[in-house]
């Protein structure tokens, strides 16, 4: 397991913070109340382990198949559906929805490999991430990767308490499946939708994990 680069700066900055606040916290609080001051530090270094997991990259063998859509992230499936795509396609699609809670490896992977066509940073709102209407009107980054099987649409997408999105790919590069697609601090959702008659592999409420774990066959 490693640490990503986007959390190197955080962890930095908490493990600073937290060592101001215990210094302080033993010098003024250990000789009256000592019980708060090891309270407190506890309670800091239990926030620190969970920030420093929060951005943890577990090694993976991962599943390459081009015939196979791999999870983009790790999580919950919460939406299995037929959705009418606006930004891109103009016409239904098989959406497949992960909730990411904040618990989970927060990097994303490319479900397929092929060549980004379209690559779309939007601004947006910050509703809970398995609000219906979070795919449209969220904070998200939308990527189109395509392939001979045809294109698949990821969205990365904001939830109430991520405010920071992170996309590493450019149109016209050439995506590998399972490699490093971005990066969602905090909490958040990732939808793919698919052609139609794509055979799905997963149900609702299954736990994926990223880069293993098959959503559809195309």
């Not at 420093?52 to 499936?77: L, Q, W, Y």
């Not at 698949?152 to 499946?177: D, F, H, S, T």
């Not at 994990?209 to 066959?217: E, N, P, S």
């Amino acid at each position: 397991m490693t640490i990503h680069r986007e959390g190197i700066k955080t962890i930095v900055v908490t493990a600073i913070l937290f060592g101001a606040v215990n210094l302080a916290s033993f010098y003024f609080l250990s000789y009256n109340y000592p019980w708060l001051s090891w309270f407190i530090f506890l309670l800091t270094i239990i926030v620190w382990i969970f920030i420093i997991s929060f951005f943890r990259v577990p090694s993976r063998t991962f599943v390459i198949n081009e015939e196979c859509i791999v999870a983009p992230a790790d999580g919950k499936v919460v939406v299995i559906e037929e959705a009418y795509d606006e930004e891109y396609f103009k016409d239904k699609r098989l959406q497949i929805s992960i909730f990411m809670s904040p618990a989970n490896v927060h990097q994303n992977r490319n479900p397929v490999s092929g060549e980004v066509v379209y690559s779309r940073y939007h601004k947006g709102k910050y509703l809970v991430a398995w609000h219906p209407k979070s795919s449209t009107e969220n904070e998200r980054h939308s990527v189109v990767i395509m392939n001979s099987k045809g294109e698949v649409l990821v969205k990365q997408i904001a939830g109430a308490v991520a405010r920071r999105i992170i996309n590493y790919l450019k149109v016209g590069q050439k995506a590998e499946q399972a490699a490093e697609m971005g990066f969602i601090k905090f909490g958040s959702r990732v939808d793919v939708l698919l052609p139609l008659g794509s055979k799905v592999e997963v149900k609702l409420n299954q736990v994926v994990t990223g880069g293993i774990t098959v959503l559809a066959r195309i």
